[in-house]
């Protein structure tokens, strides 16, 4: 079983909805990495956080420790915004399989 | 403040051939990965340097993968002989220190394509 497990592997919305990913890791992980690659791109860090819940434009991370579960959130999604999302967990960083991500006009 | 650094970009090679990639990390990061991450996957540690030393290669493939980081600042992977399923992106990322407090930066990769 993989350390850090994401969901969905595949979304596809359309321009302007709310669109979430989830990542639920194991013990022995205490902060969380959301990345973003685009195609042909390589990764750019988005956030990274151990509690709580930090906000960067339209985009919205959070955390519960307790339930070892974080989220990412999209909102007024935009066709741009379609790339891999990838969280990855931190002491040693391992990275869930990442969510393919296309937003529609 | 630059970015990690990683050469070449793209490299396309015969299988068997051998083929090694550089990567320069932020200024002052002592932990430095390498990742290999096939089409449609997430980015597999392969290995990871605190300062010049390993601190875990466990899913290195020693028989054809290696990697150095001598001086504990830019490091090399190389491949020797390279097969068909080494074709992915290798990615070199670092950190000022491990730990959860801190936080990672990531090369653009080097796409490998072995023909």
């Known amino acids: 079983k993989n350390e850090v497990e994401q969901s969905p592997q595949n979304l596809t919305a359309q321009e302007g909805e709310f669109i979430t990913i989830n990542c639920s890791y194991s013990?022995?992980?205490?902060?969380l990495h959301w990345l973003q690659q685009h195609p042909g791109g390589g990764i750019v860090s988005l956030f990274m956080l151990s509690s709580g819940k930090k906000k960067h434009g339209r985009l919205i991370a959070t955390i519960n420790i307790q339930e070892k579960h974080s989220s990412l959130h999209i909102t007024a999604s935009h066709p741009r915004d379609s790339a891999v999302y990838i969280c990855?967990?931190?002491?040693?960083?391992?990275f869930g399989a990442g969510t393919i991500l296309r937003v529609k006009s | 403040e630059a970015g990690v650094a990683q050469s070449p970009r793209y490299k396309i090679i015969e299988k068997r051939q051998s083929v090694a990639f550089w990567c320069n990390p932020i200024s002052g990061h002592a932990t430095l990965y390498w990742y290999q991450q096939i089409l449609g996957q997430g980015p597999k540690l392969l290995i990871q340097?605190?300062?010049?030393?390993?601190?875990?290669d466990s899913q290195l493939p020693k028989d054809r993968f290696s990697a150095e980081r001598l001086k504990g600042v830019d490091s090399t992977l190389k491949i020797q002989p390279a097969k068909l399923e080494d074709s992915a992106v290798y990615l070199c990322?670092?950190?000022?220190?491990?730990?959860?407090?801190?936080?990672?930066?990531f090369g653009q990769g080097t796409r490998l394509t072995v023909v």
């Open positions: 340097f605190q300062n010049n030393g390993v601190v875990d």
């Open positions: 990855a967990g931190r002491n040693k960083l391992v």
């Open positions: 990322a670092s950190s000022l220190v491990t730990g959860k407090d801190t936080e990672a930066f």
């Open positions: 013990v022995g992980i205490s902060a």
